[in-house]
């Protein structure tokens, strides 16, 4: 029974580039035609393959209802929630979640810093849309014109020094934070804060939502912080495979491990 899922799981990516008929399905499974017509027509009976009057197949609307439904029904501070607690868990340090909603980037989950000093900030508040790390990842990975636009089009406030002054200089940082596919915020909105961030992305690659470590000066140096930048990323990138439904190697024989225990 597996061996008859696993085929006819193998024809949807087969369709996807394509029509195909039934030899060429045939020949890609490796199976007689009497077989591949079976599958086909299973797959034809759920709406996942249509077959058109030239006899080809191809895939049918249901899939694309389905995968639209799914899409919309994942909720991706829900999916990530478990990761930014074990982040937060492991380096003690404030862990935020953001999206970017209607012109605005938007803190939807925060995971408090073991330490006394907290952070002024609260799920559900707008950041400082042009310098925090999570805007930063969020923006940059808008197409140029729509990217131009929010730039020239938002105010510019000095909260430091290190501030971004001008839209000519957030242009020239999203470059270099879509290139790098990471952000910071070293003091750039209170000078005593310094911030890391890395994307979540969804299946087709797009930036979802952005997540990060904060610490204060006196907690951490800037420097101290950066080196946390790859377990940053390994955790958004746990994120990203779970809210896109894709995983490494590494994570498909834990999921297996866990799956053999949970039938035990």
């Not at 790390?133 to 000095?158: M, Q, T, W």
């Not at 000519?168 to 879509?178: I, N, Y």
Request: charged residues 25%; aromatic residues 4%; proline residues 4%.
């Amino acid at each position: 029974m597996s061996q008859t899922v696993d085929r006819a799981l193998s024809i949807l990516p087969l369709l996807a580039r394509g029509p195909a008929d039934l030899g060429q399905v045939a020949d890609a499974l490796g199976v007689h035609k009497s077989t591949a017509l079976r599958l086909l027509r299973t797959l034809h009976e759920h709406g996942l393959v249509y077959r058109q009057q030239d006899g080809r197949h191809r895939l049918g609307a249901r899939l694309f209802a389905l995968a639209a439904e799914a899409v919309e029904n994942l909720d991706v501070r829900e999916i990530a929630h478990s990761h930014l607690l074990a982040l937060n868990e492991e380096c003690g340090h404030t862990v935020h979640l953001a999206v970017h909603e209607e012109n605005e980037v938007l803190y939807i989950d925060k995971v408090e810093s073991r330490y006394p000093v907290r952070m002024y900030s609260r799920v559900g508040k707008p950041v400082a849309i042009t310098v925090a790390a999570v805007a930063k990842l969020l923006l940059a990975d808008l197409p140029e014109g729509e990217r131009r636009a929010v730039a020239e089009r938002l105010d510019y406030p000095l909260y430091t020094a290190r501030s971004t002054p001008h839209a000519a200089a957030f242009l020239k940082e999203l470059a270099t934070v879509r290139e790098q596919g990471w952000a910071t915020d070293l003091g750039g909105h209170e000078e005593s804060i310094n911030c890391v961030a890395a994307p979540i992305r969804g299946a087709d690659g797009r930036v979802v939502a952005a997540m990060s470590v904060s610490a204060p000066n006196v907690v951490v140096t800037a420097e101290e912080l950066l080196t946390l930048l790859p377990l940053v990323r390994r955790t958004a990138d746990a994120i990203s495979g779970e809210y896109s439904g894709t995983t490494t190697p590494s994570q498909r024989t834990e999921q297996a491990q866990n799956e053999k225990k949970d039938a035990s």
